[in-house]
């Protein structure tokens, strides 16, 4: 069980929420990429905390420091490790915070592991701060993935009820992908915005919170990479999107409405379409027998709500091993979605690196 | 890229369909542990296929010879190796049988990948015929988990429109895991069976196939296995679980619809019963931040329709380059749910047995 | 720990000296590639058990058979499996034999391990016999390299105290080359034979054995493969070397000589050949940095004597927890290095094949 | 190829000489072990430059800070992550500089492997000072070790042609241990040192370098650990002491002086001691088929002499492509032998922290 992920390309990812710092080391990157740096805080921005629709390359305290791996702005082949620095340490007493376990956190469960040794304060390591080395090492990767001609783009394909867009799976359109990538509350239809944040303000009135769900592609991949059985595409972009916290389903093109179809309805099509391989739908997402097709890979994630609300929760007292209750106080998302629209791409363009 | 899986007990799978025999390797398990024969071949008996409700330990031809690794059946810590010999084995000509690939099928994708060369007979590497090794090696990793009180237990959730009772999250019955486990058409409310059956029997005769969902649980698991991150129990499953042919979507506890709730309605309370922390509900599957809280890992996976359909199908031929249609001749399962229970409960118990 | 090796080609070695049958699983073998099954049976050849000086491709009933991954002769991309068949089984009680521990063998730390539940007929797993599929592997893996230009050669630099001339590390003639690949008892200098096989036969008469040394060249790889640290050639061979039984020593280039020169000795002068990089010694095996330099890889292993010989011999009894005596009857090879030299060469084949 | 080692205890290092930082990330330590940090910086300061015998914990710029996986000096069983800030950050032009490579340096392999990519000012991440994070990662391995009464000891075994006397293979004391394990000069006959010294100045004075070798053993481990074939105790400390820039051989035990032995000479004797197992003699370095016996695990490495002296050397200019001459100013230490010695300690802390 680790922080890891990868065998062509590994990430390793550390910190803590109130620790020194956090940070990612990725190894195995290729020598002599040049990485445009404001790309990459573009998207280190979409995931940042704020209001803004489009991000912008903001150059301030809270960024990522490159220790190693980049000269010039280029990749020299040894492991880049980036850290960012965390500058709201507090030293206060906190020995005895993990009394009481929030209910849908890892706070319980991560006791248990680390037999109460584990940093709790703001989450520790489970903290969704965590997040911002995987942006960072996938924003790497997506600009290595982009100079071979593969994209990756995703879009909030649900918040609660009120529903994007979704794909045109069999063919996405290069100036959606341009915006979309550039965006923070990122939509096909932008029109839906209005209900969506509506939503969100909603379950925030209420010290609630509320889910949604992740629409993700990979185009511009070839056919042929992957392989059967274990080695499959499904398999390892899973085993990278479950690395994101509050993920907790996934599915690829028709995903479960599969299980209602039949097959000749499921099947996609071949045709020949100016002497490429196509399929005329794009029902299986891009993937057969574990190996791409060339089609578009599409697939979708379920966010569950934060765990994080104010309103009043049934838990244990673990130390006095009785039934308690517990208000959890300050300011939380109240739907965290829209910032992990970058988070799911960054894991994406991370394990498809490592596939192609 | 590879039919391998895991780091504490390594699988390693092979075989192709027509080929001389299929089987597998299994490295790392515990030495002493006494495997019961009969119980294994049960297992195998419920993915074989045939009509029958209930699987018996019936010894026949098509049975996994054990090479290695076990001597009195009992584990000797040495890799364990099983073959099952193909006796269908034919030497006719194949060289251009692949031609026109099959719709929904790995057979472009592979011809891709392996540039032409792979053994495309009976679908080689990529037959479900490879499920066979592999529920052999979960039976194997099951019983070790039984001796430690994990048990792994799965069923048809819906095939088409039709649907099972689900299990109940927070308990499991013992009594039902028994009768389940031994079962070949797994279903909690046996009344839905015509129903399933019928659903399957139209496609059958419509020449088309369905498909279907498959719930899974992992009961007796403590709580503190698995990790932050990428080394989530979630990632850990959906790894092994895509690396099962036909598997699309995967989602634990309330999964996807948990992207449509509230967090006061998502959230386990938790609460002391008999001195031990337990969730009221487990919407979240048995797993908070990526490690056991020690209920029931809980979870569903998306069966596509069987893509082996013998309607006319549009594709492409791919010596003349042109499009063209496709009959595909022979007995096809038109719905391999029900055989599949077994193989998710097999790379399941793999899985845990890794993680744990 | 495991019987595992490699993350690129993924070899997995099955099998108990009088179990069933032994074997590996090769995953990550490249589709499409032509294999000359005769010679890969001289490998084979070279390591079974027998006087001739040369190898001849006889096909008898230890011969390995494929059961998947090749088609034609032809690698198709799946996993290749080979099984040999153990015909010497023999069901006599065995469950008392593991009571006084052989010195200098796997005995007694096996025992630990185990718990007593491993297969100690013959060695069980650590049998000198699992080095026939080890064998066949590295066949395969070098007929792929020699397809790039790249070949292993190895021999008998030692037995005992009699030295065969070692190669010219910086030009290793293909001739030779091309001699020593299919010789038995593998000798640069074939004056030196008798001398050698009278340091074993002296062994041998004195109910007892004597080790020597293996120098194993990899010519014809290119500059800039392998890695800096961890990801060092040195480090990847010598991983692949030590699962050979009976090695103890590895040295690369001077090895332990360097040890005691300074480094205007030791450094290799670069010089331009034929427009490209050489150097004029090679010291250094081929290796700086942890990446090849275009010069051959050289290095040396120590191989230790075999510990089964005929004397006498103090050890304890497990059983009674007291000293004991022990003198082992039967047939035993009092020196294997001869033997070990292709084992050798096909563990240098996979490990290469991994890091290029 | 990687800079990343280990399965169970994943280490990460990273960084270039002369970039921002040097660091490494350590995933798979236990929660809950209490490091004491004054003795981790003994073996930091132990490899660091300097001229005194016995190192102490001297709190100075130069010193690691921690940034995640650590509070109140315990661990967190978070990825335990340190960073050396470096301080000598000159931006002076350097993209000129690699034309002339070093004889028995990286420099030209790593030229080809990144094409010219990699940034070598002052080695980059081919730079002994790499070998400062190792230290702190084997510094906290270490701790951990001992905890469970499992201690690592090596010393200068020998300079050019002077040696130490060598471990006592069956019982090594502890008060030895405990002295040479905060030695600078770590020698087990201090009598040598001034011998020793000469051996270096010599070499210096010539401006020329002179290699050694390094004794390590380990202490205290049970027998059963470790695995047959390539889960061997000898592979996996292979893989990890090749880590370690400079070594070019390792033997175990008798090592390479068992090429010359008899099967009677070599076989260590099994007798009861105290109830205990134990080996008369230690010729096997405590490992039989891979897996330790109980006894103390020694072993031997070859550490070449450092390949930058200031001689005219021959070497190639790469820009012009034609021989050249190369003469290196700058201070270089004439012999690493004494600060390699913590080095390989540490490296051994993590690798028998993976295998137990």
Request: proline letters at 4%; aromatic letters at 8%; a negative charge.
């Given at each position: 069980m680790s922080s890891t992920y990868g065998e062509k390309i590994k990430i390793s990812?550390?910190?803590?929420?109130?620790?020194?710092?956090?940070?990612?080391?990725?190894?195995?990157?290729?020598?002599?990429?040049?990485?445009?740096?404001?790309?990459?805080?573009?998207?280190m921005a979409r995931r940042a905390p704020g209001q803004d629709k489009t991000a912008t390359p903001r150059r301030e305290k809270d960024l990522p420091k490159i220790l190693s791996g980049m000269l010039d702005d280029t990749l020299t082949g040894a492991p880049l490790a980036a850290v960012i620095e965390?500058?709201?340490?507090?030293?206060?007493?906190?020995?005895?915070?993990?009394?009481?376990?929030?209910?849908?956190?890892?706070?319980?469960?991560?006791?248990?592991?680390?037999?109460g040794?584990?940093?709790?304060?703001?989450?520790?390591?489970?903290?969704g701060r965590l997040t911002a080395p995987i942006v960072f090492a996938g924003a790497v990767c997506r600009q290595i993935l982009e100079q071979q001609g593969i994209k990756i783009v995703a879009h909030i394909s649900s918040i609660g009820k009120v529903e994007d867009e979704m794909f045109n799976p069999v063919n996405i359109d290069e100036k959606l992908i341009e915006r979309l990538n550039c965006a923070k509350f990122t939509l096909i239809n932008e029109d839906v915005e209005d209900a969506m944040r509506e939503e969100?303000?909603?379950?925030?009135?209420?010290?609630?919170?509320?889910?949604?769900?992740?629409?993700?592609?990979?185009?511009?991949?070839?056919?042929?990479?992957?392989?059967?059985?274990?080695?499959?595409?499904?398999?390892?972009?899973?085993?990278?999107?479950?690395?994101?916290?509050?993920?907790?389903?996934?599915?690829?093109?028709?995903?479960?409405?599969?299980?209602?179809?039949l097959g000749s309805q499921a099947n996609d099509p071949f045709?020949?379409?100016?002497?490429?391989?196509?399929?005329?739908?794009?029902?299986?997402?891009g993937i057969l027998g574990g190996i791409t097709?060339?089609?578009?890979?599409?697939?979708?994630?379920?966010?569950?709500?934060?765990?994080?609300?104010?309103?009043?929760?049934?838990?244990?007292?673990?130390?006095?091993?009785?039934?308690?209750?517990?208000?959890?106080n300050g300011r939380h998302d109240p739907c965290i979605v829209p910032r992990a629209v970058p988070v799911i791409e960054a894991v994406t363009a991370i394990a498809i690196l490592n596939i192609i």
């Open positions: 990812v550390f910190g803590e929420s109130h620790g020194n710092g956090i940070g990612v080391v990725i190894d195995g990157l290729p020598a002599g990429v040049k990485i445009d740096i404001d790309r990459l805080l573009i998207q965390n500058t709201n340490t507090r030293s206060g007493d906190y020995s005895n915070l993990m009394t009481c376990p929030r209910p849908g956190h890892s706070d319980y469960s991560a006791f248990v592991k680390y037999n040794a584990n940093d709790i304060r703001g989450g520790g390591h489970f903290s969100v303000e909603n379950a925030r009135l209420n010290l609630d919170s509320i889910g949604g769900t992740i629409e993700c592609a990979v185009t511009g991949i070839d056919a042929g990479f992957g392989g059967p059985l274990f080695g499959g595409v499904e398999g390892e972009i899973s085993k990278a999107v479950f690395g994101v916290p509050a993920i907790k389903g996934i599915e690829f093109g028709k995903g479960f409405e599969l299980s209602e179809m045709r020949y379409e100016n002497g490429r391989v196509i399929t005329e739908t794009n029902n299986m997402g097709n060339g089609m578009p890979i599409v697939f979708k994630v379920a966010v569950k709500p934060t765990p994080s609300i104010s309103q009043k929760q049934k838990t244990v007292d673990l130390q006095k091993k009785e039934n308690a209750e517990l208000e959890i």
